[in-house]
């Protein structure tokens, strides 16, 4: 593997982040799963097909991806190495005999330098893998230049914050704690808003020398848990929030009373609280807010 670029997203994803994002995986994939249909709709992949799968993950949408494309091939592409050995291991055991054989395959790297072959896809696809580039312009055109003429690209990235209701959520929790407000969030650079305005998306791809470049708004209600505790649970292993965790104690190192709650008590009562609200009988769901986007290489 080339080294990465993406020198930040690379340290989390092959670290705790990424080992917690594998080790729960099934968990991860039901927030996301909503999306899956919409994607693969407007990826249109046929069964000769040749896909690429941008940011995979642990692979459900490769799998989802090689179902389509029952006679061609598909590449997984991530950050990660939790996450990409789970993708192995998951895709193995799903369909070992196109596993043997690599035409379900992954690989570790960085999309904005990763040396993918030219013109060697049909289809490059990605469920919210996108959107952490340090240079987007950089990632989609090495992207594009993987496509073959005619060669469709279709991913979801996240869209209004306002809309999505476990932002919502996040903020009431912290909000409940006694900490400083978080810095305000760059207009530009990597991030999960980066490409939630669709002139950003237009442009970025507009850049990378893609064509027929389309938005549509789309929308999921996540599973994130049977109930509030399930879900704080959860949340607590993902990095935001053990972040919140040790600001707690640090900022309170030497002034608590000796059995007082931990950071990470206080922040799974924050959650459970702000969480408790979204409950319903077929589990706590939330909304999230996305936009589908669609575009043809030249």
């Given at each position: 593997m080339r080294t990465p670029v993406?020198?930040?997203?690379?340290?989390?994803?092959?670290?705790?982040?990424?080992?917690?994002?594998?080790?729960?995986?099934?968990r991860w994939n039901a927030v996301n799963e909503g999306f899956n249909r919409p994607l693969l709709a407007a990826a249109a992949i046929t069964p000769a097909d040749r896909v690429l799968d941008i940011g995979c993950g642990t692979g459900q949408t490769t799998r989802l991806a090689a179902e389509a494309a029952a006679h061609g091939s598909v590449l997984g592409l991530d950050l990660s190495a939790p996450?990409?050995?789970?993708?192995?291991?998951l895709a193995a055991d799903h369909d070992p005999e196109r596993t043997a054989t690599g035409r379900i395959a992954f690989e570790q790297g960085d999309a904005?330098?990763?040396?993918?072959?030219?013109?060697?896809?049909?289809?490059?696809?990605?469920?919210?893998?996108?959107m952490f580039f340090d240079d987007p312009t950089a990632a989609f055109a090495n992207i594009a230049r993987a496509l073959r003429p005619g060669g469709r690209l279709a991913f979801v990235c996240v869209a209004d914050p306002a809309r999505t209701e476990w932002v919502g959520v996040l903020d009431e929790a912290r909000a409940a704690l006694p900490l400083p407000?978080?810095?305000?969030?760059?207009?530009?650079?990597?991030?999960?808003?980066?490409?939630?305005?669709p002139a950003v998306i237009h442009r970025v791809l507009d850049a990378a020398?893609?064509?027929?470049?389309?938005?549509e708004p789309v929308e999921a209600h996540a599973h994130f848990g049977r109930d509030a505790a399930d879900a704080a649970d959860h949340l607590l292993?993902?990095?935001?929030?053990?972040?919140?965790?040790?600001?707690?104690?640090?900022?309170?190192?030497?002034?608590?009373?000796?059995?007082?709650?931990?950071?990470?008590?206080r922040v799974r009562a924050a959650l459970t609280a702000a969480l408790a609200p979204h409950e319903r009988p077929d589990g706590l769901r939330l909304r999230t807010c996305a936009w589908l986007v669609t575009a043809t290489r030249p």
């Open positions: 993406n020198t930040a997203q690379s340290q989390a994803w092959n670290g705790d982040e990424g080992q917690y994002w594998s080790d729960r995986h099934d996450m990409l050995a789970r993708a192995r291991a904005q330098i990763h040396p993918l072959p030219a013109a060697a896809f049909d289809v490059a696809i990605s469920r919210f893998g996108i407000p978080p810095p305000a969030a760059p207009h530009d650079g990597p991030g999960m808003f980066s490409l939630a305005d020398a893609l064509t027929d470049i389309r938005t292993g993902a990095g935001p929030m053990r972040d919140l965790a040790e600001q707690l104690d640090r900022a309170e190192a030497g002034a608590t009373a000796p059995g007082a709650p931990s950071g990470t008590d």
